[in-house]
């Protein structure tokens, strides 16, 4: 193959010195016939070789041929690689070649064979509020200081690329339906399709091509908001790859470092308030911002109904011995006066209301895993004061132990010195009590007013809490200061005695 160089100087020295084919060959080295092409411009170079042979690895082939073609039964993060095969050859069959031969062998196999070929793509420009892609993902938050494994719903529009991102303890499908509907709030508006994987929450039954069998919550949630949902190919999540996408990206930009909140309500204030911080950058091949995009597309989404979809369920079941109602695998209490009755519960994504007939009789934080406990002190207070000798080891109270003031603790003990145990003990419920109708804060205070003052009475925590909720101003004096009190004057007993 002639260089640059020798092409530069063979029609220099034709064109402009006159030089004869034969003259410049004897000169070059190469043949009239790579002169002649040289000068007619035509491509010089070598044939490319249609068989190229592998000769140490002949022996070997059918069976690296065989490895391949079974590859593509398996999942793709399972299947060989050159490096792979190349060591199987050499622990297996005592192959003694160079690992690159192996790899380009590997590569031309792969490609006639067919498998692990890339997939090829077309470019798709969507239309402004048509449509949003929409998937789960996973994530670690930090709440009340309890490290907690989230779910991560994320929806994009695809035309603007505004998204939205919220946590879930679960993927159920009421959790599903709300975040939905925090989204539409969000975006203002309906996208006609929504774009899902094969959720279970959605899809009953996968038919044939794109034909599928709703779950019946869907369909009712779907026809509410008038959408189309589109489903992709099982196992091609590219087909939404722009969330896919996020997903990715908000686990690294709104979850590191690992986020701390007081509650799931406050992480999903925070992930809003980043969700609307986005979008001052271009889409690459967009000529507007994400939010100058965003502001185009809000008039074009389907307007949300008047109503929000009603998301709620219900369950009945009967309260047991231990005063508590078994709710999705889970026991919320009741007070104890309602213990071997029927009841019902009202469940929404993160609270549970329990009702006797028309009587709203406890509320609790929804629990998603199993066998939990959700249990509130003050439904047991009454039965604990009646068996003060449970009080340490009743699960109401430990749970409750576990989070509570060390002013708590001071006064109990205080209590229990000056009392006895029994006593002690039944007494300081009567101040536990007091949290059904004051607020913790002011029981708080008054607790601590108490140990300042040295009372060891529940009376006097009672006195000094209604005090501070009349707003009355009332001075403590600790005991230890009693001896120091000014001399009581006894002058104005002379002045009655005249006066009379």
Known sequence: MITVDQYNYIRTAHRIYGKKIRQIARETGHSRNTVKKALKNEFVGYNVRQHQPFPSLEPHIRTIDKWIEADKEQ?????????????????????????????????????????????????????????????????IAILNGETVRLKLFCMRSKYSGKHFVRCYPCERQQAFFDAHIQAF???????????????????????????????????????????????????????????????????RNYMVPIPEADSLEHLNEMLLEECLAYGDHRINGRDQSVKELYEHEKSHLLSLPAVTFSNILTAEGKSDKYSTVIIDKNHY?????????????????????????????????????????????????????????AFDSARPIKQWRSNWPTCYEKLLLRF???????????????????????NKEEIKESIEKALIAG????????????????????????????????????????????AA
Not at 208 to 223: D, M
Not at 423 to 438: A, E, P, Q, Y
Request: charged content about 20%.
């Open 416 to 438: 229990c010195s000056k009392q006895g145990n029994t006593k002690g003990t039944r007494d300081f419920i009567n101040v536990l009590i007091l949290h059904s109708d004051h």
């Open 185 to 251: 709030s969000y975006f203002g508006g309906v996208f006609t399709v929504l774009i899902y994987d094969n959720l279970t929450t959605a899809v009953q039954k996968v038919l044939k091509g794109k034909n599928r069998v709703y779950q019946k919550g869907y369909a009712k949630f779907q026809a509410y908001y008038n959408f189309s949902p589109r489903f992709c190919n099982p196992g091609q999540g590219h087909e939404k790859g722009g969330v896919e996408g996020l997903v990715g990206y908000a686990r």
């Open 333 to 389: 209490s009741v007070p104890i006066r309602y213990a071997y009755l029927k009841v019902r519960a009202v469940l929404s994504v993160d609270r549970i209301d329990i009702f006797y007939g028309s009587k709203k009789i406890a509320a609790h934080d929804r629990l998603y895993n199993n066998n939990q406990w959700q249990l509130d002190p003050a439904h047991y207070l009454e039965l604990i004061q009646q068996r003060p000798q």
């Open 75 to 139: 999942p793709k993060k399972q299947r060989h690689t050159a490096t792979r095969i190349y060591h199987r050859l050499c622990n297996e069959y005592q192959y003694t070649g160079a690992a690159s031969t192996v790899r380009r062998y590997v590569r031309i196999a792969k490609q006639r064979i067919g498998c692990g070929s890339k997939q090829v793509f077309i470019p798709l420009e969507p239309s402004i509020g048509q449509e949003a892609e929409i998937d789960w993902g996973r994530c």
């Open 455 to 498: 009372v060891s009475t529940s009376h006097a925590v009672v006195q000094i809490l209604q005090n501070a909720s009349g707003k009355e101003e009332m001075t403590v004096v600790p005991l230890k200061n009693w001896r120091t009190l000014p001399p009581p004057d006894i002058s104005i007993y002379d002045k009655i005695g005249g």
